[in-house]
């Protein structure tokens, strides 16, 4: 590929962001703007800031490598990734944004009223949105690595760079518009593409070759207990990791009430299922088009590589220069998000929360997923976020479950079943990268949900039953903010207290 | 950056710190009802079921999702005429999976989004009504 594809991209990417970045600093100046400009962010635009920050590298480079390898059990992934928001709505949503929490260690402590828990809960915070973190620069890598030929480093290097500049300077205004734009660009650079590839093929004259040797719609393997374990085991991952997920929560404080952000996450949903369409059709010309990735070639640059394969010239480069841009987007949208909740995170806990430790903060969440993805390798973006969401699924999940629909949970349950489901998780995470391939134990430990999450659940129940005692003191005043509906929005005038 | 002369001084910059925690407690998002609830043990017996009655349907519709999603996984992978069956070229588990599924997702959220609102109605009615 031109590698001056690559940098125009990139360096048009890099500098919308931080000019939206800048644009929306101006317009933020108070402290109501700070925090309660959220009043004034429509749904629409709260929607498509949490679609933009969501769409990570799994979702834009990943899929359609996965699909490539394995072909329809691929599929699964972007349904647990769309009906992980539909689990958010119905257990989560509207309780979270009325409990006010600002991050999930704000949310443990008014809820258990410990902070002990607390600690608990922001230390695996910051692992989680650490390991979220590193597929992101990975794909980064890989980008910068399949269009400029430029070494892996630079890539993540650029990512962290413009993400720390634009968090260091912005507030959560300014990011939420870019998130809210990085969700259109990354929706028209797979659609566009995708879209004119499709019309070129279906129009007449002789069309690229096909790879032979390749189905291009394999059917679904044929079923046996390891495979329904591992597609059970993945979708139980997907659907109650995301729940859990830093950077998801602190977009829903941005809706006005509990309603709104029950209406928030139905346009959410709405927004993943069209963005989803398209991964499935780069996979698909993938399998069709490009030669079967070789060993030390990742699949995961299908989506890189589909338009200037199969169109050539100018039109060519444009849509390849489009989908770069997008890959960009994607990274460094997701970083951003995780970087500022993070920061948020860390800050308050470590380091007293003044602006300064904000800052300091927002670096070292930033670097330190650096240091990993230079260590690490690559092998499969969707695969290795989906083993975050397991992890998620096995320590955040039951705390907020528990926590918003059972009065039972004391703060000793919850701490144990997160070191329970974070221990186990862990371990296995580490145990299943090292196994051999025909071990009779790999699915049990690279797709660990399905045993790792009742795991925490059961310990969580029995550990706050043993401990009734120890039931918050506030609990029922606590519910009660949590489940009962704020006023109807008829009687109250949203936009007065803008100013 | 330079302000013109008819306009008035820009509000000066506050710094936002820690603890965050107090940021939620807003007087706008209590409300009558909550009050209500909070000062009668009628009222807490009110919240309860309202809590009772949200859990239910949200277990209700994700069984009903799961449902579902198992009905497909079934078609896809044990139903050899649907495996078989192409649509435009397609085959049908493919179409299934890669866009028959959102809709199912679309259709349990906005149930679940119609029957919550309608349950939190319920309640401020009975609420308003002492």
């Known amino acids: ?499 | 950056m330079s302000l013109g002369p008819g306009r008035p001084p820009a509000p000066g910059r506050v710094r936002v710190s820690a603890p965050r925690t107090q940021a939620p407690h807003l007087p706008a998002t209590t409300s009558v009802s909550q009050e209500v609830a909070e000062q009668s043990a009628v009222g807490e017996i009110m919240v309860q079921s309202l809590i009772r009655s949200q859990l239910r349907l949200a277990l209700v519709v994700t069984a009903g999702f799961m449902a579902s999603l198992l009905f497909c996984w079934v078609l896809v992978s044990w139903v050899p005429f649907f495996s078989q069956w192409r649509i435009m070229g397609i085959p049908a588990p493919w179409l299934l999976l890669g866009v028959g599924a959102y809709p199912i997702i679309g259709v349990c959220a906005w149930l679940y989004v119609r029957a919550a609102t309608k349950n939190e109605a319920q309640y401020r009615d009975l609420v308003e009504e002492k």
């Open chain 1, 1 to 499: 590929m031109n590698p001056s594809i690559g940098y125009t991209a990139l360096i048009l990417v890099s500098v919308t962001t931080a000019l939206i970045g800048f644009y929306g600093l101006r317009v933020s100046r108070t402290t109501s703007d700070f925090y309660v400009a959220s009043r004034t962010v429509r749904p629409w635009w709260n929607a498509s800031a949490i679609g933009g920050e969501y769409l990570s590298a799994a979702s834009f480079l990943g899929i359609a490598g996965l699909i490539v390898i394995s072909g329809i059990d691929a599929l699964w992934f972007p349904i647990g990734y769309t009906a992980g928001y539909l689990m958010l709505l119905f257990f989560v949503a509207a309780p979270l944004r009325r409990s006010g929490a600002y991050t999930i260690p704000d949310f443990a402590e008014a809820r258990l009223e410990s902070t002990t828990a607390r600690y608990v809960t922001s230390v695996l915070v910051v692992i989680v949105g650490w390991f979220y973190i590193v597929p992101q620069l990975h794909g980064a890598a890989l980008t910068i690595r399949t269009t400029t030929g430029l070494p892996s480093w630079v890539g993540a290097g650029v990512v962290v760079v413009v993400v720390v500049l634009t968090v260091v300077t912005g507030g959560m205004r300014s990011i939420t518009f870019v998130q809210a734009f990085q969700y259109w660009l990354k929706l028209t650079a797979l659609a566009v593409p995708a879209i004119f590839i499709l019309l070129m093929l279906a129009g007449e004259g002789p069309g690229p070759v096909l790879q032979t040797g390749t189905e291009l719609f394999p059917p679904a393997a044929p079923i046996t207990g390891d495979s329904s374990y591992r597609t059970f085991s993945l979708l139980i991952a997907l659907l109650f990791g995301t729940l859990g997920l830093p950077h998801v929560l602190v977009r829903f404080y941005t809706n006005p009430n509990g309603a709104a952000a029950r209406r928030t996450t139905l346009i959410v949903l709405g927004l993943l299922t069209i963005f989803y369409l398209f991964p499935t059709i780069y996979g698909v010309l993938g399998r069709a088009f490009l030669p079967m990735p070789g060993a030390g070639e990742s699949p995961d640059a299908t989506v890189l590589l589909i338009p200037g394969t199969l169109v050539g010239g100018v039109a060519g480069d444009m849509l390849s220069a489009l989908v770069v841009a997008g890959a960009f987007a994607a990274f460094l949208s997701t970083t951003s998000g995780l970087v500022v909740s993070l920061a948020g995170v860390i800050s308050q806990d470590l380091l007293g929360g003044s602006v300064r430790g904000f800052r300091l903060a927002a670096v070292l969440a930033a670097v330190v997923p650096f240091g990993f993805a230079m260590m690490t390798d690559s092998l499969a973006l969707a695969g290795s976020v989906g083993l975050v969401f397991a992890f998620t699924a096995s320590t955040i999940c039951p705390l907020l479950l528990l926590g918003i629909w059972w009065r039972g949970l004391t703060d000793a349950g919850a701490v144990a079943g997160m070191l329970t489901g974070g221990l186990l998780c862990g371990a296995a995470i580490l145990l299943g990268s090292g196994v051999a391939h025909n071990s009779p134990w790999r699915d049990v430990l690279t797709q660990p949900a399905a045993w790792t999450v009742p795991a925490a659940f059961l310990v969580t129940i029995l550990v706050s039953k043993a401990t009734k005692h120890r039931r918050s003191a506030s609990l029922s005043r606590f519910m009660t903010k949590l489940h009962v509906p704020e006023r109807p929005l008829a009687q109250e005038n949203p936009r007065s207290q803008a100013g």
